[in-house]
C-alpha cells in the first residue's frame, strides 16, 4: 500500500536560513510526488511536483524538491526563508492514473524565527 | 479565475445533529474531491467525483456521510447524524482532470461536533 512519512512534525529555522523538509515514500511503481503548503484557515496550494525527468523540480515561492528512487525521498528545500513562509506543510503521492488518490503525509509545521 | 468555494466556513453542532457542506468547484473542473482533515492529520479523500459520478468512496463512512453531484458542477456533503470524531475541517478541492494532482483546494469548512 502507498504511503507517505513526514519525519519531522514541527521545525523552527530562523528567518533567512536554509530549509529542508523531509518525505519518505512508499509506493510499488514510479509515484507521482506533490509538496503542498498550507496557511492558517486557508485551503492547500501546490507547490510543485514531480512525474518524470529532472529529478530536481521547481515550484513557486523559491521551492524546490529532489527525488532520489534509492533513498525514496522527496525532501523540500528553500535556499532563504521568510517569515511568510510560515505554514504546514504537507508531501503527498499518487499513482498518477485516473483511479489513483493521492494520499497525504501528516505535514510538517514551520515556524519561523525573527 | 474564481477559486473554489465551500460554505459555511465554520460550523458547531451537537452529537446526532445532522449538517451539510456546500462547495462550488473551478469553473470547468471535472473532477471534484472532499477531504476530511482531522487537526495534526494530512487530508483523507472521502470521495472523489468525475462529472456526477462517484469514482472512489471507498473511505466514505456510508452509513452516516453521503455525497452528491448534481449536474455535474456544485456538490454537497451530508453528515447525518454526527459523532464526536467528526469533528475536523472538511476540505473541497477540484481539477481539471483526475489522477494529474494538480487539484485546488477552497478554504475549508470546521465542524466541531460537541
Known amino acids: 500500500a502507498q504511503s507517505v512519512t513526514q519525519p519531522d512534525i514541527h521545525i523552527t529555522v530562523s528567518e533567512g536560513a536554509s530549509l529542508e523538509l523531509r518525505c519518505n515514500y512508499s509506493?510499488?511503481?514510479?509515484?507521482?510526488l506533490f509538496w503542498y503548503v498550507q496557511s492558517p484557515g486557508q485551503g492547500l496550494q501546490l507547490l510543485l511536483k514531480y512525474f518524470s525527468g529532472d529529478t530536481l523540480v521547481q515550484g513557486i515561492k523559491g521551492f524546490e524538491a529532489e527525488f532520489k528512487r534509492s533513498q525514496s525521498s522527496f525532501n523540500l528545500r528553500k535556499p532563504s526563508v521568510h517569515w511568510s513562509d510560515a505554514a504546514e506543510y504537507f508531501c503527498?503521492?499518487?499513482?498518477?492514473?485516473?483511479?489513483?488518490?493521492?494520499?497525504f503525509g501528516s505535514g510538517t509545521r514551520l515556524s519561523i524565527r525573527p | 479565475e474564481a477559486g473554489v468555494a465551500q460554505s459555511p466556513r465554520y460550523k458547531i453542532i451537537e452529537k446526532r445533529q445532522s449538517v451539510a457542506f456546500w462547495c462550488n468547484p473551478i469553473s470547468g473542473h471535472a473532477t471534484l474531491y472532499w477531504y476530511q482533515q482531522i487537526l495534526g492529520q494530512g487530508p483523507k479523500l472521502l470521495i472523489q467525483f468525475q462529472n456526477n459520478g462517484v469514482v472512489d468512496d471507498s473511505q466514505l463512512p456510508k452509513d452516516r456521510f453521503s455525497a452528491e453531484r448534481l449536474k455535474g458542477v456544485d456538490s454537497t456533503l451530508k453528515i447525518q447524524p454526527a459523532k464526536l470524531e467528526d469533528s475536523a475541517v472538511y476540505l473541497c478541492?477540484?481539477?481539471?482532470?483526475?489522477?494529474?494532482?494538480?487539484?485546488?483546494f477552497g478554504p475549508g469548512t470546521r465542524l466541531t461536533v460537541t
Open positions: 478541492a477540484s481539477s481539471l482532470t483526475s489522477g494529474s494532482g494538480e487539484q485546488y
Open positions: 503527498a503521492v499518487s499513482g498518477g492514473s485516473s483511479a489513483s488518490k493521492i494520499i
Open positions: 509506493y510499488g511503481a514510479t509515484p507521482y
